[in-house]
């Protein structure tokens, strides 16, 4: 059985594996060693910056009609994969930052600012995000920072605090206050072009210090009535928040999959280890326990690429949708990745703890996950987006009669059309093709050995009636950040339902032959998902025996532990 995927991984992620080479290879400046020296000493990986400007990273970031390879964004999450895979910082630090700065440029800039951008970012130079004050946190529309009316343009005054690479970007997008009056229409984006800016209306705040990412250059800058041209702005003035909105559910939705790299890395560190480890006269992983959390932590980390599969394809094909599907990844994806390496720690024991040795990398990969959880947005965060939507998903879709979704959404290997950023919306209005298709899902012919995926299919869509009832009923006093925790809870049992589908749909558009077309690893994954607030238990031995087969396999054969099985320069 071959376990790739067709046209799901772009080439030229295997190339960038290939530059960077061997992670385990003491010699090479992109290895373990010496990312661990490099976190050490807080500082970003030179050689890996070195490589990746050679490689041309920042073309991943550019929509192919400006010069750039943006097509897809389960592909430029591939790309961003191998660095995950091997250092978080080195992925946020010298890329990711600059990929939230660059959609929002592309879904609200005007021609002349797009090929500004596009040329810095071809020429290996950095645009920075200033969007966050400590004040305010993820409360984008409590943002102080100001723009007032100046002659033939603005002045800009305020502080931007725990920005990635404010201090060493060439260009910035500032969401700044344009209307003192609270609304949707008070806040703006403008586009800084620090090399031609006044340095003595700037001032670089000390560097922000911290616990992971230890890396990344964490900064922040102040300005005191910078003088920017009225042609800064982009979009509409007062159209901030909205163009903010819109563009950041292309990187929740990425970012999130994206990081899916650690576990994979963590996943392999700790089967190295158990493996070499002697217990009882036999290797660790003999152990039923040990062999029951390395199958469910394969289980889940399958499960959290195949929902950001599915989201990643949502971008492209179902647009309108995209403000529901961008928050469920991050909110579910970033729990299944924090909660399998809190379990890989446990494996490791006080290995786990060690910043030096054979599995000290695990230790940086588990500080540097932790800003998955409320990096860019917080988890809580997507739960209050979600909770306002549930009602009209519940009336308009849940019930049956939403449009299905198009067969491409869930056969990753097929071509994608470019991203829409134009069609991209604030709220879905009730679009829920993903639940939606659960209907038709059960009511499909099935294989006769393949009953109990069609029973657990037709309890989901009990679920969902359940949830409809509730969710219809809600009123809209009952929906707001005060909203109580039993209904923040049905946002959880949603998000679950939303990821479960997916990974049934991902199993049956799978290629034939393929080791997503074994039932087994959805047999897991749905046991790993269970409804309600039920905790999983052990996985069924079929499907943990599958899957601990297929994960040893991909162990001794260098190859990646999620959807791609792609092989490693490991």
């Not at 991984?9 to 010699?27: N, V």
């Not at 920005?163 to 260009?171: L, Y």
């Not at 996943?267 to 959390?293: E, F, I, K, N, W």
């Not at 491409?408 to 069609?423: I, K, S």
Request: charged content about 20%; some cysteine.
């Amino acid at each position: 059985m071959t376990t790739a995927t067709t046209g799901l991984t772009p080439k030229r992620a295997d190339e960038l594996d290939h530059l960077l080479g061997s992670l385990s290879d003491p010699a090479n400046p992109t290895g373990a060693a010496a990312i661990l020296a490099a976190d050490e000493r807080t500082e970003m990986l030179a050689a890996g910056e070195a490589r990746l400007h050679s490689y041309g990273l920042n073309a991943e970031f550019v929509p192919p009609e400006l010069g750039g390879r943006l097509e897809r964004a389960d592909h430029v999450t591939e790309v961003m994969r191998t660095l995950y895979r091997r250092d978080p910082a080195l992925g946020l630090g010298y890329g990711a930052s600059s990929l939230i700065a660059a959609v929002t440029l592309w879904t609200a800039g005007a021609a002349p600012q797009k090929e500004h951008a596009a040329r810095l970012l071809l020429d290996g130079r950095r645009i920075a995000i200033a969007f966050h004050e400590l004040a305010h946190g993820n409360d984008m529309a409590g943002t102080e920072f100001e723009a007032t009316a100046a002659p033939k343009g603005l002045r800009l005054s305020g502080r931007k605090e725990v920005v990635t690479n404010i201090a060493r970007a060439d260009a910035m997008v500032v969401l700044a206050r344009t209307d003192p009056r609270s609304g949707p229409r008070s806040h703006s984006l403008v586009l800084v072009d620090r090399a031609g800016a006044d340095p003595a209306r700037l001032t670089d705040l000390p560097r922000f210090s911290t616990v992971g990412m230890r890396g990344v250059q964490l900064g922040g800058l102040r300005f005191d009535d910078l003088r920017v041209p009225a042609s800064a702005v982009l979009g509409p003035v007062g159209s901030g928040l909205e163009t903010a909105l819109k563009a950041l559910q292309i990187t929740r939705t990425v970012l999130p999959a994206m990081a899916t790299g650690i576990l994979d890395t963590g996943l392999r560190l700790t089967v190295d280890h158990l493996s070499r480890r002697r217990l009882y006269g036999a290797p660790a992983t003999a152990l039923p326990h040990v062999r029951s959390v390395l199958a469910g932590v394969f289980a889940d980390l399958l499960r959290a690429e195949a929902h950001g599969a599915v989201g990643a394809r949502a971008l492209h094909l179902v647009p309108g949708a995209a403000s529901v599907y961008a928050s469920a990844v991050k909110f579910e994806v970033s729990r299944l990745l924090l909660e399998a390496m809190d379990r890989l720690a446990e494996l490791l024991g006080a290995h786990f703890y060690l910043r030096e040795g054979p599995t000290a990398l695990f230790q940086k990969l588990l500080r540097d996950l932790a800003p998955v959880g409320f990096g860019h947005i917080a988890r809580a965060a997507c739960q209050m987006s979600l909770l306002p939507q549930l009602p009209l998903l519940a009336r308009r879709t849940w019930a049956g009669s939403g449009a299905e979704a198009p067969g491409g959404l869930y056969a990753l290997g097929q071509p994608l059309p470019p991203l829409p950023y134009d069609r991209l919306a604030l709220h879905a209005a009730g679009r829920d093709p993903i639940a939606g298709s659960l209907h038709a899902l059960v009511d499909a012919p099935w294989a006769a050995d393949h009953a109990d995926l069609r029973d657990a299919g037709a309890a989901d869509r009990t679920e969902l009636a359940e949830l409809a009832g509730v969710c219809g009923r809600l009123s809209p006093v009952e929906l707001g950040v005060d909203a109580r925790p039993e209904h923040y809870d049905l946002v959880t049992r949603y998000v679950r339902l939303l990821s479960r589908t997916a990974c049934v749909q991902v199993w049956r558009h799978s290629e034939p032959g393929t080791f997503l077309a074994d039932p087994a690893w959805l047999r897991a994954a749905l046991h790993r998902s269970p409804r309600g607030a039920h905790r999983p238990g052990p996985l069924p031995a079929q499907a943990e025996d599958a899957l601990l087969t297929e994960l040893v396999d991909r162990h001794d054969t260098g190859r990646s532990f999620g959807l791609t099985a792609r092989p490693l320069a490991v």
